[in-house]
Nanobody
Framework: QVQLVESGGGSVQAGDSLTLSCVVS????????VGWFRQAPGKDREFVAA???????????RYSDSAKGRFTISRDHARDAAYLQMNFLKPEDTAVYFC????????????WGQGTQVTVSS
């Protein structure tokens, strides 16, 4: 089992940057992929970005079309943490952002944090 805690959300202006953090505890050595998702009011949760957790599995990253070129997912291997650097934020990026982990290549993202709110005003 793993536990995830997100932080770093806040209220910013369009064009600003924000970095979200996800600190993971528990059996982190079993994690295969870490991902970021978001859910805007009245909308379904959507994928934002993901990457391998351990270097041994590679460092491949994936991004949604809306995140490509603006967001960067990274890992701090000295800590059990992942980050989402968000640049050139837009009002449509307003959502609760969640991090989640996948324990096997074809498994679900089964462990989730509580989320952190990001609000972007125009």
């Amino acid at each position: 089992q793993v536990q995830l805690v997100e932080s770093g959300g806040g209220s910013v202006q369009a064009g600003d940057s924000l970095t979200l953090s996800c600190v993971v505890s528990g059996r982190t050595f079993r994690i295969y992929t870490v991902g970021w998702f978001r859910q805007a009011p009245g909308k379904d949760r959507e994928f934002v970005a993901a990457r391998h957790w351990n270097v041994a599995n590679g460092s491949l990253t994936r991004y949604s079309d809306s995140a490509k070129g603006r967001f960067t997912i990274s890992r701090d291997h000295a800590r059990d943490a992942a980050y989402l650097q968000m640049n050139f934020l837009k009002p449509e990026d307003t959502a609760v952002y969640f991090c989640a982990v996948q324990m096997t290549p074809r498994g679900d993202f089964g462990s989730w944090g509580q989320g952190t709110q990001v609000t972007v005003s125009s």
